[in-house]
C-alpha cells in the first residue's frame, strides 16, 4: 500500500508540486516507473537519451496497459498508485498533484475540446473525462462517473452523466 505524504494531501490550491509522489524508491512500481520514462523523455537533452526513454515508456506501458504519451502535459506530483488500463489523450492537461486511479480515460467525445483538470484534483477509478470540460482545483470524480461537463473547486461529481452533488469545504490548514 502507498503511503501519501501529508504535504500531498488535498488541499488548497497550490501549484507547488509535491515530486515525492512521483519517484520510485522500489524497482516494481509500475505507474512511478511509468511517469519517470515520460519525465526522462520530456527533458532528455541527447537522442540517445531520448530513445532510452522511449524503451522504458513502451516497456511499462506494455505492463500497465496504459496510454500515457510521452508528450504528457501534467505538472508535477502525478500520482497513479493502480496505473492499470489509464488512457490519457496527448493533449489534455493535467495540473499540480492531481490523483488518477485504475481504468481512467481522459480524452475527447468527438465533439472537440480536451479536458483539463485544476491542481489536485482527484480521478476515481473507472471514470471518463471527455471532451472540453474544465476541472476545478481539487474537485474529486467519483468512481466510474461520465464527466461530460464543467466540475467547479472543491466539487464533487459523480455518475453517470456526472452531476456536482457537492462542494467539499476548502481543509483549514490549506
Known amino acids: 500500500m502507498l ?3 501529508p504535504s500531498a494531501t488535498r488541499h488548497a490550491s497550490s501549484p507547488v ?3 515525492s509522489r512521483e519517484r520510485a524508491e ?3 512500481e509500475p505507474s512511478r516507473r511509468l511517469i519517470g520514462a515520460v519525465r526522462d523523455y520530456q527533458r532528455a537533452g ?3 537519451g531520448r530513445v532510452a526513454a522511449v524503451l522504458r515508456h513502451r516497456f511499462w506501458s506494455a505492463v500497465c496497459s496504459s496510454e500515457v504519451p510521452l508528450t504528457l502535459n501534467a505538472g508535477g506530483g502525478l500520482l497513479m498508485p493502480h496505473p492499470f488500463g489509464i488512457v490519457i489523450h496527448p493533449e489534455a492537461e493535467l495540473g499540480v498533484n492531481c490523483l488518477v486511479m485504475q481504468g481512467v480515460t481522459i480524452g475527447t467525445n468527438g465533439k472537440g475540446g480536451l479536458p483539463r483538470l485544476g491542481n489536485g484534483v482527484d480521478v476515481g477509478p473507472g471514470a471518463a473525462i471527455l471532451g472540453g470540460v474544465q ?3 481539487n474537485a474529486a470524480i467519483g468512481a466510474n462517473a461520465v464527466v461530460l461537463s464543467d466540475v467547479p473547486p472543491y ?3 459523480v455518475g453517470i452523466p456526472a452531476k456536482v452533488i457537492r462542494i467539499a469545504e476548502p481543509d483549514a490548514a490549506g
Open 3 to 5: 503511503e501519501t505524504p
Open 17 to 19: 508540486p509535491d515530486w
Open 26 to 28: 522500489r524497482w516494481w
Open 46 to 48: 541527447s537522442r540517445l
Open 135 to 137: 476541472i476545478g482545483d
Open 155 to 157: 466539487g464533487v461529481a
